[in-house]
């Protein structure tokens, strides 16, 4: 049997970090990733560094913003000066990373990385070596080839053709409520647990399962026609659920007000005060991209920002698999600083049975105020 580990010492120390030096550790892993990814697109592998260039470690530190892994560099300096960086920050990312297994992207640049002691090298950025340069990018090249193996391909592959089935799939379901409701009422909502609270999940998942019939209930009468849901395991807080409230808005108004009520409801009601929830309706205004509130048929603009926003729903998730099913064999499961999880994982992504199209006859749909 298989059986996934948490170091709970190293869970422990993840979680006294503050929130903003959670976020940068958090940013530190998605430029490993970010790396890893851009090293992946090359179909041929050409050398990045360059011994007769500078090169820097950037300041990341406290920038606020947060780093997406599929951005891509328009400079390949740039993309050799974020892996100096990633070198840097190696060990701190390691000895704050609680799970037993390491995501596909964070393994193979460990390894490499070690392969090539560049963890023990000190060099000044600015005036690199040409057999300095040499073994960076003898490390990215191997990099580059861990990737191309087999089972790493189908991994990789297997990880997009989720998040592209999930991303057509909720497209068509906000083309689904469009066509059936003219003017949607969007409500998301993050539900979570307090940091000291005992959570599983089994606990999650059922109090899901409770929420989802408490919405059913309290937005009876056609006012509620969907929603979508996505489970998600977090490093620092553990099990968290994310949710889009689909309301019927010629029966309701307004949003703010809908999604403080669920809120509380999760909060008090069913984790009877050891939940916690975010209303992310009561600051939509400071989005870049709006989309949610109210969402009108004829709004191309608003119906394109409302399925963008779904989009963070239909990302892969790699963290709770690594924990429900992990890589791990013949652990020592006496040891009081190691969590060994056996449940296995069902559905962590579901949306509501959209509602029955009934083509109206008469006058066509108008922009109602």
């Given at each position: 049997?298989?059986?996934?580990?948490?170091?709970?010492?190293?869970?422990?120390?993840?979680?006294?970090?503050?929130?903003?030096?959670?976020?940068?550790?958090?940013?530190?892993?998605?430029?490993?990733?970010?790396?890893?990814?851009?090293?992946?697109?090359?179909?041929?592998?050409?050398?990045?560094?360059?011994?007769?260039?500078?090169?820097?470690?950037?300041?990341y530190?406290?920038?606020?913003?947060?780093?997406?892994?599929?951005?891509?560099?328009?400079?390949?300096?740039?993309?050799?000066?974020?892996?100096?960086?990633?070198?840097?920050?190696?060990?701190?990312?390691?000895?704050?990373?609680?799970?037993?297994?390491?995501?596909?992207?964070?393994?193979?640049?460990?390894?490499?990385?070690?392969?090539?002691?560049?963890?023990?090298?000190?060099?000044?950025?600015?005036?690199?070596?040409?057999?300095?340069?040499?073994?960076?990018?003898?490390?990215?090249?191997?990099?580059?080839?861990?990737?191309?193996?087999?089972?790493?391909r189908?991994?990789?592959?297997?990880?997009?053709?989720?998040?592209?089935?999930?991303?057509?799939?909720?497209?068509?379901?906000?083309?689904?409520?469009?066509?059936?409701?003219?003017?949607?009422?969007?409500?998301?909502?993050?539900?979570?647990?307090?940091?000291?609270?005992d959570?599983?999940?089994?606990?999650?998942?059922?109090?899901?399962?409770?929420l989802?019939?408490?919405?059913?209930?309290?937005?009876?009468?056609?006012?509620?026609?969907?929603y979508?849901?996505?489970?998600?395991?977090?490093?620092?807080?553990?099990?968290?659920?994310?949710?889009?409230?689909?309301?019927?808005?010629?029966?309701?108004?307004?949003s703010?007000?809908?999604?403080?009520?669920?809120?509380?409801?999760?909060?008090?009601?069913?984790?009877?005060?050891?939940?916690?929830?975010?209303?992310?309706?009561?600051?939509?205004?400071?989005?870049?991209?709006?989309g949610?509130g109210?969402?009108?048929?004829?709004?191309?603009?608003?119906?394109?920002?409302?399925?963008?926003?779904?989009?963070?729903?239909?990302?892969?998730?790699?963290?709770?698999?690594?924990?429900?099913?992990?890589?791990?064999?013949?652990?020592?499961?006496?040891?009081?600083?190691r969590?060994?999880?056996?449940?296995?994982?069902?559905?962590?992504?579901?949306?509501?049975k959209?509602?029955?199209?009934?083509?109206?006859?008469?006058?066509?749909?108008?922009?109602?105020?």
């Amino acid at each position: 049997m298989r059986v996934s580990m948490i170091d709970l010492y190293k869970q422990d120390l993840l979680k006294q970090l503050s929130d903003e030096d959670y976020q940068q550790w958090c940013n530190d892993l998605m430029i490993i990733k970010r790396i890893v990814i851009a090293i992946n697109r090359y179909k041929r592998f050409k050398d990045i560094f360059d011994s007769r260039l500078c090169y820097y470690l950037p300041n990341y530190s406290r920038f606020g913003s947060r780093i997406y892994s599929n951005e891509s560099y328009d400079d390949p300096r740039n993309l050799a000066n974020d892996f100096l960086y990633g070198i840097s920050v190696l060990r701190k990312i390691d000895d704050y990373y609680p799970l037993e297994y390491y995501p596909l992207y964070l393994r193979i640049f460990i390894d490499c990385v070690d392969a090539g002691q560049l963890t023990r090298v000190h060099y000044d950025p600015a005036n690199i070596s040409p057999i300095f340069a040499d073994r960076l990018n003898d490390c990215m090249f191997e990099i580059h080839q861990e990737l191309r193996k087999n089972e790493n391909r189908i991994a990789l592959k297997r990880v997009k053709e989720i998040t592209s089935r999930q991303r057509r799939s909720v497209e068509e379901y906000i083309d689904r409520l469009i066509l059936c409701v003219s003017r949607l009422l969007v409500v998301r909502i993050d539900f979570g647990y307090c940091e000291d609270a005992d959570t599983s999940y089994e606990l999650i998942s059922k109090h899901r399962d409770v929420l989802l019939r408490y919405l059913r209930e309290k937005h009876d009468g056609g006012v509620q026609v969907g929603y979508i849901w996505k489970l998600e395991y977090g490093l620092k807080k553990g099990y968290h659920l994310h949710m889009m409230i689909f309301l019927n808005g010629s029966l309701v108004q307004e949003s703010i007000s809908h999604g403080k009520l669920i809120a509380n409801h999760w909060i008090q009601v069913i984790t009877e005060s050891k939940g916690v929830a975010f209303n992310c309706n009561a600051i939509m205004s400071r989005y870049q991209r709006n989309g949610i509130g109210r969402v009108d048929y004829y709004d191309i603009n608003k119906i394109n920002a409302l399925k963008f926003a779904c989009e963070y729903l239909t990302k892969y998730d790699e963290y709770i698999e690594l924990v429900h099913y992990g890589y791990q064999t013949n652990q020592c499961i006496d040891d009081p600083t190691r969590q060994p999880i056996y449940t296995k994982l069902n559905r962590v992504f579901g949306k509501a049975k959209p509602p029955t199209y009934i083509p109206h006859l008469g006058r066509p749909r108008s922009k109602g105020i």
